[in-house]
């Protein structure tokens, strides 16, 4: 039997270039890396910052990256919704109250009302109560009529139940007033606002409930080219306010907010101060 010829083996002297080849792509990677790293766009960089945070921490970003929004959780929905409902609860409850005070001051005004002399109205701030001066005051003087002074202690008397802040307002009509007494409207319609709100004070509601204001002729409800017309201009409103005080917050010189404080009032009125 024919014996099968052998074949003869040699060595593959080209395979370092695997190895060579592995070791190029390395090298081209690591300097491809090096060079990505040295032109950084920042904006970019940003992103992909604000995006890998926003991962670790379950909270999705927008689109600029600039500012993480926070989607509320159903705890913080239902604490949300909670608060919101309340706070409904306490306005509606506030609302009633407002009205039955409205009423009862209908009641007790009602003659006045009738000769319309006096209005009550209501607006966004709570209950205005109009009342014409020439049945409370005579020309030129701040004085009470003897014959309101009961219809004005009735009023005070159910302002007392209520806890609602009190604004008594004094206005003029366009005509100028110089005497000793009053050297302008400024002076007539601040003492008239200060007379109910001292009457206010005796029947027993608390001082810091008050506040008296005179406005002159600076808010006339009707042109005062006519005797009607000042004659309408010529009143004080009793505003029960029904708006919780809001307190304000120091702005410094540079417009920053600071601390805050108490709001001040504006200027351009006239204000007088409640009893001590």
Do not use: C
């Not at 009633?96 to 409205?102: H, I, L």
């Amino acid at each position: 039997m024919a014996r099968r010829k052998r074949v003869e083996e040699h060595d593959n002297h080209e395979r370092w270039l695997v190895s060579y080849a592995d070791f190029i792509t390395l090298l081209f990677a690591f300097f491809v890396v090096m060079y990505a790293l040295s032109s950084v766009n920042e904006g970019k960089y940003r992103i992909l910052s604000s995006s890998m945070v926003s991962a670790f921490r379950n909270v999705p970003v927008n689109s600029s990256g600039q500012t993480p929004m926070v989607v509320p959780t159903p705890a913080s929905v239902t604490k949300a919704s909670l608060a919101s409902k309340a706070q409904e609860a306490v306005k509606q409850k506030q609302r009633e109250k407002m009205r039955n005070v409205a009423k009862e001051i209908l009641e007790v005004m009602a003659p006045l009302i009738e000769q319309g002399k006096v209005r009550v109205l209501e607006t966004s701030r709570g209950v205005t109560i109009e009342i014409n001066d020439s049945i409370l005051f005579s020309p030129g003087q701040a004085v009470l009529q003897p014959q309101l002074i009961k219809a004005m202690q009735s009023v005070a008397e159910v302002l007392v139940a209520a806890d609602f802040p009190i604004t008594i307002e004094g206005h003029t009509d366009n005509v100028p007033i110089k005497n000793t007494q009053f050297p302008s409207n400024w002076e007539l319609s601040a003492v008239r606002a200060t007379t109910v709100l001292r009457l206010f004070a005796d029947a027993g509601i608390a001082a810091g409930r008050l506040t008296a204001i005179g406005y002159a002729d600076t808010r006339p409800v009707e042109p005062n080219l006519l005797a009607d017309g000042r004659a309408r201009n010529r009143r004080v409103n009793i505003l029960i306010d029904s708006a919780i005080p809001e307190k304000g917050t120091e702005v410094n010189l540079q417009g920053q907010a600071g601390a805050p404080g108490e709001a001040r009032a504006a200027g351009g009125e006239a204000a007088a101060a409640s009893p001590r």
